[in-house]
């Protein structure tokens, strides 16, 4: 399975950006798609997650009603709707994707900056 990023980029506080993550192989096996970010300095974080089937998702406590995890299965893809930006969201966003049962992310997807200017 391959992931591609796409959607990040520069914008104000307060601002808006979707990003979207395509994948492509064998993508009957994933079970579950997320997004991660990283700043500098600082740990990974799980920012959202969806099942393929789209009956679960979750959202990390700093982004909790602003950001939405979608995706459409004819498509291949999940989007990371990112709504009310803060400096804070300032990151390298990575998504993800798992099997059912695994405990750990199988496959990952190079990353795409975001950047939240005051």
């Known amino acids: 399975v391959q992931l591609q990023a796409s959607g990040g980029g520069l914008v104000q506080a307060g601002g808006s950006l979707r990003l979207s993550c395509a994948a492509s192989g064998r993508t009957f096996f994933i079970g579950i798609m997320g997004w991660f970010r990283q700043a500098p300095g600082k740990e990974r974080e799980s920012v959202a997650s969806?099942?393929?089937?789209?009956?679960?998702?979750y959202y990390g406590d700093s982004v909790k009603g602003r950001f939405t995890i979608t995706r459409d299965n004819a498509k291949n893809t999940v989007y990371l709707q990112m709504n009310s930006l803060k400096p804070e969201d300032t990151a390298v966003y990575y998504c993800?994707?798992?099997?059912?049962?695994?405990?750990?992310?199988?496959?990952w997807g190079q990353g795409t900056q975001v950047t939240v200017s005051s």
């Open positions: 993800a994707a798992k099997w059912e049962g695994d405990n750990n992310w199988r496959y």
């Open positions: 969806i099942r393929w089937s789209g009956a679960t998702e």
